[in-house]
């Protein structure tokens, strides 16, 4: 509104009158003081401001925001007071409902104390895609997004001792947090893990290391490292955050785990003695580490295979998800793990997705597939249509410790269209396997 005409117009008597005059055939003012402005610019129009359209960029299904925006340099202020506007599809609408969330997302607390994060530059916002009719559009979103990320978060001093060090690779959320005290108990060796956190989660993870991580508080071989949530992010960034976690390794080897499992004792020195026994010129082998699994809530650990085999006999102990995803570790053949006493090679089948020791120098992880579904498929994937070679170690082992499902399983689970997404991308990605490596998948 233009203040000098409201002034000349003898402001105060004429909201009144003009209220009055509409109150007669409206009876009531749904909108209290907005009505009244509406009815005063209304009947007097001079006291109308005109204002660039960049100053009230209306972001609704029927706005013509697209003829405001074309030339414009900065926008002042966004009109975006219904939810149902999140859903709009126009270049604007993903760069300012990353900024609505971001704004959501902040905790006041932050204010009062100390932030622990670093920024970089690195950070875009995503190009909007008018008329978009890719109908997995937003799960794709993922793969072009760079996270902002904190690296070495706690305090790290490790130096490699020999060729043979090997690192334990994982990535967790805030709700697996408690699972690495008993991570520490059964892994010495050096270890690379990152946190997917907000700022605040960051903060309070601190204060859990200082006061319910004993273990982990007094490790310096552990490279812990922060990726900090993006908002315009639906998924958990799976492949993103193991791809960080391999790039701050020192050591020549990695085994490629995961937070919720627990390896067998004394894994990380018979690794170390495994690979010194391999010839060197054996760089694409991946060794198996088989998974296992209990549904017990308290199931004791077994401290050697020979304990393993006595509980799978009584029921205690299982393969990892031979009931519900048997393809995914059926390759390892478990029977013949069962009695073997020497390594032993199996042949890549479809959607194998073993736990393995590779070389750190091993190809990244595709950070198209976030959340659940297809990510360390896609990874063993990629090792087979480079020739990789699976062995199964006989005397090595991992248990799976029973947790809530995530979101993403629930997902997973639930949208058709989420699982047909997935599926467009394996068999891309497995196109461009076959196109780059003349793999064979069949």
């Known amino acids: 509104l233009h203040l000098g005409a409201l ?6 008597s004429t909201w009144a009158n003009v209220t009055r005059k509409v109150l007669r055939s409206y009876k009531s003012a749904a909108l209290a003081d907005q009505d009244v402005i509406n009815a005063v610019v209304k009947d007097t129009p001079d006291v109308h401001y005109l204002l660039p359209c960049t100053w009230n960029v209306q972001l609704s299904e029927h706005a013509l925001s697209e003829h405001c925006l074309r030339d ?40 009062k104390n100390m932030l622990t994060s670093c920024y970089h530059n690195n950070t875009e916002a995503p190009k909007g895609d008018v008329g978009n009719t890719d109908p997995c559009h937003d799960i794709r979103l993922g793969q072009t997004l760079k996270f902002r990320t904190h690296p070495f978060f706690l305090h790290h001093d490790f130096h490699p001792g020999g060729d043979h060090d090997v690192t334990l690779v994982a990535q967790l959320s805030m709700d697996r947090v408690h699972m690495l005290d008993p991570l520490c108990s059964h892994w010495r060796g050096p270890m690379s893990l990152v ?47 193991r791809n960080v976690a391999l790039r701050f390794v020192n050591t020549q080897h990695v085994y490629l ?24 010129e054996e760089e694409k082998v991946a060794l198996v580490v088989p998974a296992f699994e209990s549904f017990l809530y308290r199931v004791d650990f077994p401290q050697n295979k020979s304990q393993l085999l006595d509980m799978i006999s009584k029921g205690k102990i299982s393969s990892f998800r031979a009931d519900v995803w048997s393809k995914g570790h059926r390759a390892t053949d478990f029977e013949r793990w069962c009695t073997a006493i020497a390594p032993y090679r199996v042949k890549w089948q479809e959607d194998y997705e073993p736990y393995v020791v590779v070389r750190s120098s091993v190809t990244p992880y595709d950070t198209r597939f ?25 005397n090595s082992f ?28 394996k068999r891309e990605y497995q196109t461009e396997l076959v196109r780059k490596y003349g793999a064979q998948f069949s």
């Not at 966004?78 to 997302?105: C, E, I």
């Not at 859990?208 to 949530?229: C, D, E, Q, W």
Request: charged share 20%; aromatic share 12%; proline share 5%.
């Open 398 to 425: 991992m248990v799976h410790m029973p947790h809530a499902p995530s979101l993403d399983i629930g997902r997973f689970r639930w949208s058709k269209h989420y699982r047909d997404c997935l599926m467009v991308l």
């Open 7 to 12: 002034r000349s117009a003898e402001w105060r």
């Open 257 to 280: 785990s995961d937070i919720d499992f627990l390896p067998s004792l004394g894994l990380q020195d018979h690794l170390q003695d495994v690979l010194q026994s391999m010839s060197s």
């Open 370 to 394: 976030a959340g659940f579904g297809w990510n360390k498929v896609s990874h063993i994937m990629a090792l087979h249509a480079q020739g990789y070679e699976f062995v199964v170690l006989p």
């Open 195 to 241: 946190l997917y956190a907000s700022d605040s989660e960051a903060s309070e993870f601190l204060d859990l290391v200082g006061t319910h991580l004993p273990l982990m508080s007094r490790r310096k071989n552990v490279a812990f490292h922060i990726v900090y949530k993006d908002p315009r992010s639906h998924m958990y960034p799976v492949n993103y955050l």
């Open 72 to 111: 414009a340099e900065e926008y002042k202020l966004v009109h975006w007071n219904s939810p149902m506007k999140q859903g709009v599809r126009n270049d604007h609408a993903p760069y300012f409902s990353s900024l609505h969330r971001t704004f959501q997302q902040y905790d006041g607390n932050l204010m």
